[in-house]
């Protein structure tokens, strides 16, 4: 089975956010920038075909999950929802050193 992967228009933003932010901690360096891009990317594919291997979410919902994506010395978290046998919706995006979602 193959789930379809979706982004929140929040998890959009998260990305954005996280991008613009290694650019002006590391002084513009783009290829840091797209290798953590990437890394998201890459590590999103997950969910394309094994969405409920990931970590639960707190005592909610089955259905909300969420990945570990591994980069660098720490790395980045994506908040999702199983919403049916076909799609998976990312609905956030953050570094693990990040306080919470917001």
């Known amino acids: ?28 360096d783009w290829l840091i920038a797209e290798k953590a891009l990437q890394a998201i990317k890459t590590g999103i594919r997950i969910l394309e075909l094994t969405p409920f291997t990931c970590r639960k979410a707190g005592h909610g919902s089955p259905f909300l999950r969420e990945l570990v994506i591994p980069f660098g010395a720490a790395g980045y978290v994506a908040l999702f929802e199983i919403d049916d046998a076909e799609t998976v919706t990312v609905l956030a995006v953050r570094h693990q050193r990040e306080s919470d979602y917001h």
């Open 1 to 28: 089975m193959s789930y379809r992967v979706r982004f929140a228009p929040e998890a959009e933003a998260d990305l954005v956010r996280l991008y613009e932010f290694i650019l002006d901690r590391d002084a513009g």
